[in-house]
């Protein structure tokens, strides 16, 4: 039997480096808050808690003086830096350098249009932190659009500037592209942004190559994480044998029955899933089938 741990899969750049600060804070001896779950995983979080680390959400960061605070990979909205000014917070900042470029994008786009006419359209999931971010830069006035079907109720009589959450899919992003250029005004103008990270796109046909070579995959994932569930549904499309869990103590015997000397198994996870949760995995699957 043969048991391989997708090297494609676990911490993006971004999550690597919040984790990274967190720990140096952490070891230096101080007391640190952070904004938000650091990464889409309550394992990892868990880690971190007995760590120091101490979550917190803005009704609590709002309420907080004089503090150490880590804003996460995801990023944060201008507010979130004026009332960490009014309140004496000293920030760690770990917005991941992607999302930051995209923000000051997004931010110049919205302030070169004075009369704030054209519609700043932003591809992505509505209650993302990511997305609150990105929104924040146009006090709020972005439009932010999930579906083909929401771009449709677009007015197409108003210019448009499109940009798109970093861990969108590149071929929604497309569709919209196109449905935009074919109904736009000829009065109007469409501009558009791929600002999707490349490194978490590429992920998506990887996986795909990775579930259709294994008889079985356990796909590890936080139940928070959206990149999770989309890269999940691409393993169980080409690999019906695919299941999701969330930590070793998931994995079930009734799914091994089928296993045999020749089986193949895939462990993979997502953007926000750590190496050594996968590992647990590994050696949970291995504990069942002995």
Same mark, same amino acid.
């Given at each position: 039997m043969?048991?391989?741990?997708?090297?494609?899969?676990?911490?993006?750049?971004? +999550?690597? *480096?919040?984790?990274?600060?967190?720990?140096? !804070?952490?070891?230096?001896?101080?007391?640190?808050?952070?904004?938000?779950?650091?990464?889409h995983?309550?394992?990892?979080?868990?880690?971190?808690q007995?760590?120091?680390?101490?979550?917190?959400?803005?009704?609590?960061?709002?309420?907080?003086?004089?503090?150490?605070?880590?804003? *996460?990979?995801?990023?944060?909205?201008?507010?979130?830096?004026?009332?960490?000014?009014?309140?004496?917070?000293?920030?760690?900042?770990?917005?991941?350098?992607? +999302?930051?470029?995209?923000?000051?994008?997004?931010?110049?786009?919205?302030?070169?249009?004075?009369?704030?006419?054209?519609?700043?359209?932003?591809?992505?999931? *509505?209650?993302?932190?990511? +997305?609150?971010?990105?929104?924040?830069?146009?006090?709020?006035?972005?439009?932010?659009? !999930?579906?083909?079907?929401?771009?449709?109720?677009?007015?197409?009589?108003?210019?448009?500037?499109?940009?798109?959450?970093?861990? $969108? %899919?590149?071929?929604?992003?497309?569709?919209?592209?196109?449905?935009?250029?074919?109904?736009?005004y000829?009065?109007?103008?469409?501009?558009?942004?791929?600002?999707?990270?490349?490194?978490v796109?590429? *992920?998506?046909?990887?996986?795909?190559?990775?579930?259709?070579?294994?008889?079985?995959?356990?796909?590890?994932?936080?139940?928070?994480?959206?990149?999770?569930?989309?890269?999940?549904?691409?393993?169980?499309? +080409?690999?019906?044998?695919?299941f999701?869990?969330?930590?070793?103590?998931?994995? $079930?015997?009734?799914?091994?029955?089928?296993?045999?000397?020749? %089986?193949?198994?895939?462990?993979?996870?997502?953007?926000?899933?750590? $190496?050594?949760?996968?590992?647990?995995?590994?050696?949970?699957?291995?504990?069942?089938?002995?």
């Amino acid at each position: 039997m043969f048991i391989e741990i997708d090297s494609g899969s676990g911490f993006c750049f971004g +999550v690597t *480096r919040a984790i990274g600060k967190a720990e140096e !804070e952490l070891r230096q001896g101080q007391h640190l808050y952070c904004l938000g779950d650091i990464v889409h995983n309550s394992r990892e979080v868990e880690r971190l808690q007995d760590l120091g680390l101490c979550t917190i959400d803005h009704v609590q960061f709002n309420h907080l003086h004089d503090a150490n605070v880590l804003l *996460r990979a995801h990023g944060e909205p201008p507010t979130t830096y004026q009332q960490a000014q009014a309140n004496g917070i000293h920030l760690i900042d770990a917005t991941c350098p992607v +999302v930051l470029h995209l923000q000051e994008r997004i931010r110049r786009e919205y302030l070169s249009d004075e009369a704030h006419s054209r519609q700043i359209v932003i591809y992505g999931k *509505r209650g993302h932190a990511e +997305v609150l971010g990105l929104v924040g830069q146009t006090e709020g006035n972005a439009i932010v659009i !999930e579906t083909l079907e929401e771009a449709q109720q677009l007015d197409f009589s108003r210019d448009i500037a499109l940009y798109s959450q970093t861990t $969108k %899919s590149v071929e929604g992003f497309r569709e919209i592209v196109a449905y935009i250029q074919e109904h736009i005004y000829p009065s109007a103008t469409f501009t558009y942004h791929d600002t999707i990270c490349r490194q978490v796109a590429n *992920r998506m046909p990887h996986i795909q190559e990775f579930a259709s070579r294994h008889d079985i995959i356990f796909f590890v994932c936080g139940q928070k994480s959206s990149n999770g569930r989309v890269l999940f549904n691409e393993c169980l499309r +080409v690999n019906p044998n695919s299941f999701m869990i969330d930590s070793p103590q998931d994995i $079930k015997p009734s799914q091994l029955t089928a296993v045999t000397s020749s %089986s193949s198994i895939g462990i993979c996870g997502a953007t926000s899933t750590p $190496k050594w949760l996968m590992d647990l995995c590994r050696q949970q699957i291995e504990s069942l089938i002995t």
